[in-house]
């Protein structure tokens, strides 16, 4: 087929795609989006947002509205957290399961009214989601994709809340953690979460789009006497990697459930309904046959990346589903599904890197601790 399909897909650009250019970011394709690698450099940008203060373009990720008499009821089908524990102004973390509850997406659900949610969901499942809810939407439920009007920055590190106050010039109180507030900018309404995919306290804003360069501009200015730089999705993995936070797409498929990849904390079985609880209840009952863990390497290695082969005794046993150098540990560290005989804390397994094997230990979570 010839390099001019007509089918062939560009990738889109965030409205900060200029902005990252003119300040050197290094650009890639992520998940059909132009998005900035890397900066002055991933190490140096990781050791930023564990020390100091470091800013993200997450305007790439999706902003879905859910409203109506029945938006409640509904999402509570349609989600495995039980969305109603939320009041006004509050957030949950939860998944959008298939019939066999495997993970289509892990998303955050917020929400900003009395019948009225705002789903924060990852980039490349944007279509997907929609799709998914729209064939089992309900009388009573409004949907509403408005992803592309909307921009996002997370900002995170130690010095979050002083760049807030900062920002902010005391006019809006600091929301708590997993908190939303609502705050009329001059040129646009900003959603405030206390959220964040790091390990550091921080904060996620959308907003629309049209604005999205003069406060990014702004943060980078106010923050400058906090040590703030400009982070790239390099670093963000690195970050979520040392905090063993799931990837969609790597950790997260639609053939592992959110009890495999060890998060059943999130899955309310006591809603007497959602989609993908059968098969859950199920596995709860009978037991994971294999379960997602943290590895870190012995020694000096190569880094491990994701799809290389685990060993025990001589046999492969999984493959890694993550893997990069930790800037804060100095080692290679990855994740992978392990069959649950092995999936100890302590186990010694062998990884596979470029046709040699190298020791490595089943970690307790996360591999990163903060120091006291």
Known sequence: MSAENPTTIAPKKTPLYDAHVAAGGKMVDFGGWLMPVQYSGILEEHHAVRNALGVFDISHMGEVFVSGPEASAWLNVMLTNNVDRLSVGERQYTFLLNERGGVIDDLLVYQIDEAKYLLVVNASKIDEDVAWLQSHLRPGVTLEN???EFAGIAVQGPRAVQLFDRFFDGKISRPACNEIKRYEAE???VWIARTGYTGEDGFELFFHAECASAIWNAILEKGAEFGIKPCGLGARDTLRLEMCYPLNGSDLSPNRTPLEAGMSFFVDFEKPEFIGRSSLSEQ??????HRLVPFKMKGKTPPPRAHYGVF???QQIAET???????????GIGMAYLPTEFA???EEIEIEIRGRRFPA???????HKKQT
């Open 361 to 367: 230990v089943i970690q307790k979570k996360p591999l």
């Open 187 to 189: 040129c646009t309404l």
């Open 321 to 331: 589903t993550s893997g990069t150098v930790s800037p804060s540990l100095g080692i």
């Open 312 to 314: 025990k005794n001589g």
């Open 284 to 289: 709860r009952q009978d037991g994971v046959r």
């Open 344 to 346: 100890r804390i302590n």
């Open 146 to 148: 408005r992803s592309g």
